[in-house]
């Protein structure tokens, strides 16, 4: 743990008037593309260096930035940004800090932003390049001063940084009331790059976003959802004294995680993908991938009798949500859409029907200090995810390490629900989600015990008298109309473990 320090004195100072505070008012910056004469081309820059805002910003419910950049279109980034802030200081601003919409590639440079009612950086245009620059105090805006509605759905951030093909290096975000970064993806770099930066003994030089650090935040990563092709990357973060997630991601494309450092979060990385839809049959081969991370469950600087935070959102642990400790993973659903509206569901609930392929894959993670507290919480490194009714996907483990983790801590699953039973959907069955889950122990860092070993769900769950359990007419039909039996198709029902002796049984879990 370490304290942040920033320099807010400037010898410019722009400050707003002896009744700021009162009124929540303050002089502002603002760069515009002048309208007035669409047929008139203007030049200028906007270069702003060394200089403190004070008490700037306009508060209310539209929030205006202390310093804002509109709508200046594609600006000149070679041979150098035509268009910059560097070295400045926004110190107790009344909206947001710093606030760039439609002006593409503009950089933000060692600056700082104290005390934000709102996102304290904020770009949307893509190209922008944000460096060295430090968050510290972003006040969520609808929770602030006479104004009380944790029930807001804003997801304001230390660094909202949206548009794509983004830079955002040695970034610092302390202290923000809802989300530490809400990010873009980069897109995975390519092995020529990787190759190039670890030859260069940097691998973050692969990564256009890293090395950035989130600390004592609502939550810490929060990974925008912009549909890449392919493949995106987030990775190379510091995150700790997080009380909601650590990194949490809703994404239609393969992501991969990592590095990462993760401590102190109550859960540490949840990430969910969704579509192609699963009644369309389509298949599409997307994945949930975390490797090279490090995530420690408690330290002695929080111990679990923290105090929450005085001013939690909505879906908070410990709130409306169960308290289950500290967490690790939350295991990762495919579900046919994505996330829904927060106003009606937390976050980590599924809505949706599961995708026909998923895979969820986790190498080289290390899971440290998860064991039973003295505030009763079991602290679970794996945990299943609560609120995902309906069919887990696969999920596959190698080069686990443990550090000081229970055994009781490792895993931790959640029975099926009977309030899951939907006659438009299960009918008369309880979802079996949680029945059917898989972790597969590639290498047996896992479980301790042997490559190829398998944790699965538990068969004393399941329950075919009480919940029905039919079985469609369609399968037991031979192509001819006459009827196969049961036990000429399966070995009973539920899931079906197989040894190598020989034997079987059905067994549900």
Request: hydrophobic fraction near 40%; proline fraction near 5%.
């Amino acid at each position: 743990m370490y304290a942040e320090v920033a320099l807010l004195t400037r010898n410019a100072v722009i400050q707003g008037s002896a009744n700021s505070e009162d009124i929540q008012y303050g002089a502002r910056v603002i760069a515009v593309r002048d309208r007035e004469d669409e047929y008139v081309a203007y030049e200028g820059k906007m270069q702003l260096s060394h200089a403190r805002l004070y008490k700037c910003g306009q508060g209310s419910f539209t929030g205006r930035g202390a310093i804002a950049v509109r709508d200046l279109g594609q600006l000149v980034t070679a041979p150098a940004p035509s268009h910059y802030v560097r070295k400045s200081v926004v110190d107790w601003a009344y909206a947001e800090g710093i606030d760039v919409q439609g002006s593409r590639g503009l950089e933000i440079s060692d600056s700082v932003v104290f005390r934000s009612v709102g996102t304290s950086f904020r770009t949307s245009a893509g190209g922008a390049k944000i460096l060295r620059c430090l968050a510290m105090w972003t006040v969520f805006s609808d929770t602030h001063g006479d104004r009380n509605y944790p029930q807001s759905t804003k997801l304001e951030a230390g660094f909202h940084v949206t548009g794509g093909d983004n830079t955002v290096r040695d970034c610092v975000a302390a202290g923000s009331e809802r989300i530490g970064f809400r990010v873009d993806p980069s897109t995975c770099p390519t092995q020529a790059a990787l190759d190039a930066a670890i030859l260069a003994g940097d691998e973050s030089l692969a990564y256009p976003i890293a090395n950035n650090v989130a600390h004592s935040v609502g939550h810490g990563v929060w990974v925008n959802d912009i549909g890449l092709p392919q493949c995106g990357a987030v990775g190379f973060y510091r995150i700790y004294a997080a009380w909601e997630y650590g990194l949490f991601s809703w994404a239609d494309h393969t992501v991969v995680f990592g590095p990462l450092i993760i401590s102190d979060a109550k859960v540490a990385v949840h990430s969910n993908v969704y579509r192609p839809s699963g009644l369309s049959h389509r298949i599409g081969d997307k994945r949930s991938i975390l490797r090279d991370t490090l995530i420690v469950g408690a330290t002695d600087e929080l111990p679990c009798d923290t105090p929450r935070p005085a001013k939690t959102w909505l879906w908070s642990w410990g709130g409306r949500q169960p308290d289950f400790g500290r967490t690790g993973i939350m295991l990762s659903s495919f579900s046919s859409s994505g996330m829904a509206a927060l106003g009606m569901h937390p976050p980590h609930e599924i809505v949706s029907y599961p995708t026909v392929l998923g895979l969820a894959q986790f190498s080289g993670v290390t899971f440290a200090k998860f064991a039973p507290d003295a505030c009763d919480f079991k602290n679970q490194a794996v945990m299943s995810n609560p609120l995902s009714p309906d069919s887990s996907h696969p999920h596959r483990f190698e080069r686990i390490a443990w550090v000081d983790v229970a055994a009781a801590s490792r895993f931790s699953f959640f029975k099926p629900s009977s309030g899951w039973i939907n006659e438009a959907d299960c009918v008369d069955m309880d979802c079996d989600g949680p029945k059917h889950l898989l972790l597969t122990d590639l290498d047996g860092t896992l479980t301790g015990t042997h490559a190829g070993a398998s944790v699965f769900s538990v068969a004393e769950y399941y329950s075919p008298n009480a919940r029905g359990a039919i079985v469609p007419i369609t399968i037991l039909t031979k192509q001819n109309g006459t009827r196969f039996t049961e036990r000429q198709i399966s070995v009973g029902r539920g899931i079906a473990r197989m040894f190598s002796g020989g034997g079987g049984g059905g067994g549900g879990g």
